[in-house]
């Protein structure tokens, strides 16, 4: 007897993994007042969509000072690790002076978007619930990058790594 399964990302998967995303947003909100509230159902949103699609290899928010990280938290999409381990969302980093610091959020878009034409892209676009300027990344400021948590859903890999001050 044999068996085949099929398995497919869907939106429920995207879903589930940008609904972690933004429990760390709701949980940095809580601790430094930023994000607002439309913005987290914003950038969830977009964020589900864009992974449901394929168009996302990085994304991160936090607190920048100019063009430097203060705070941050950064995920990497990781396509087809299968034995993932999905953590609970939370454990945001507390007690940061962010006082000189405004809030961030930026994404990497992955090759699949990059490979699409402007108008594809323009198409696309008008799909997501704002219209994002997609630019290079931040420099790390005075601190340093540690993973701590990693949220999966049916081969899509999430990994979590916290920018902190030292």
Not at 37 to 45: L, P, Q, R
Not at 49 to 56: H, I, P
Not at 110 to 134: C, G, H, M, T, V
Request: charged share 25%.
């Amino acid at each position: 007897m044999t068996r085949t399964v099929s398995e497919s990302f869907t939106l429920t998967n995207s879903k589930h993994l940008a609904s972690k995303v933004t429990t760390d947003m709701w949980r940095c909100r809580q601790l430094y007042g930023q994000p607002s509230e439309a913005s987290i159902n914003d950038y969830g949103t977009e964020l589900a969509l864009r992974l449901r699609d394929g168009f996302a290899s990085k994304y991160e928010f936090g607190f920048k000072a100019g063009e430097e990280r203060v705070l941050s938290w950064r995920y990497i999409v990781v396509n087809g690790d299968l034995a993932a381990a999905d953590d609970r969302p939370g454990r945001i980093v507390s007690g940061v002076d962010i006082s000189s610091a405004q809030f961030f959020n930026q994404l990497t878009t992955s090759a699949k978007w990059d490979n699409l034409s402007a108008e594809e892209q323009a198409k696309w676009e008008a799909f997501y619930p704002f219209r994002r300027q997609i630019k290079d990344g931040l420099k790390d400021g005075q601190g340093y990058w540690q993973k701590d948590l990693q949220y999966s859903s049916n081969g899509v890999l999430l990994p979590r790594e916290t920018f902190r001050p030292y």
